[in-house]
């Protein structure tokens, strides 16, 4: 029984951090239709910024401050010049844009800063997964409650009717994407610190994207209960599944429940189906 309990403990703390991973994915979905397989790579980058201004004479709050400007730059620059002239186009545009960002990304970090360390917190999963939490609540309530988030919603809902209400779209729009580099700094730090660095970090993009299906692309709140249950299912799959079957079974479960999610609900645990009129 406590091996149990403390396996699901862990799952739960991971989840913690899977879910603030998670949120950036869906923020950028509900307002721009746009999904950012780049979400990985800019966590890495975020980490090996911070890391680089840590070694320079800046120190540790240097170094974040320097790994903050250069995500609110590197967010402002791909708005800039790629999303504002694709967000209207087909999904694919959308997603080979994010793709060869990502590819742009771990290419230069492989030739120019291979030898610079992502800077690690020292911190252990309990602490890393209360703050993840505290961002992710703190980034939800934004998007609920805000006069921000609100526009946003209405973008995200019928954006002629948005624009038609005198919302400035593009100015709201890359407020989302500049929160999405907020949110890859702190996610970069958390995971590298608790998880683990290096060039791994870029596929964190292909380990979160299964939660975001499993809660429903449109569902924060989905996101999160997904984020948790698929820590949890990690967990208790290693924990059960790798030693007699060998290591790496463990990680199955959480795309074993993706694909009877799929099969049974679609649209996710908390998204909605999609209807349209006739």
Not at 24 to 41: T, Y
């Amino acid at each position: 029984m406590d091996f149990f309990l403390t396996l699901l403990v862990d799952g739960v703390l991971s989840g913690a951090i899977y879910a603030l991973v998670a949120l950036a994915f869906v923020l950028v979905w509900r307002a721009s239709r746009m999904m950012n397989f780049a979400l990985g790579e800019w966590m890495m980058v975020a980490a090996v910024l911070a890391g680089g201004g840590a070694a320079l004479p800046l120190g540790a709050a240097g170094g974040l401050a320097l790994a903050a400007l250069g995500m609110l730059a590197l967010a402002w620059a791909f708005w800039r010049i790629v999303v504002r002239r694709i967000a209207d186009g087909p999904a694919l545009s959308s997603i080979m844009a994010t793709l060869g960002l990502g590819m742009v990304l771990r290419g230069g970090a492989a030739l120019s800063g291979a030898s610079l360390a992502p800077l690690a917190l020292p911190i252990g999963k309990p602490e890393a997964a209360a703050v993840a939490l505290l961002c992710t609540v703190a980034v939800a309530a934004w998007w609920r409650w805000s006069r921000s988030g609100v526009a946003l919603r209405a973008i995200a809902d019928d954006r002629q009717a948005a624009m038609a209400m005198g919302i400035d779209v593009d100015r709201h729009l890359l407020a989302v994407w500049l929160l999405t580099g907020g949110v890859s700094l702190v996610a970069g730090l958390l995971w590298t610190s608790v998880i683990g660095g290096g060039f791994g970090v870029v596929l964190v993009g292909l380990k979160i994207f299964p939660i975001v299906i499993l809660g429903g692309v449109d569902s924060i709140a989905g996101t999160l209960v997904a984020a948790v249950l698929v820590g949890v299912l990690e967990s208790l799959g290693a924990g059960y599944l790798d030693r007699p079957l060998g290591a790496g079974f463990g990680s199955l479960a959480p795309t074993l429940a993706l694909l009877a999610m799929l099969v049974l609900r679609p649209h996710g645990l908390f998204g909605r189906p999609r209807v349209e009129r006739v």
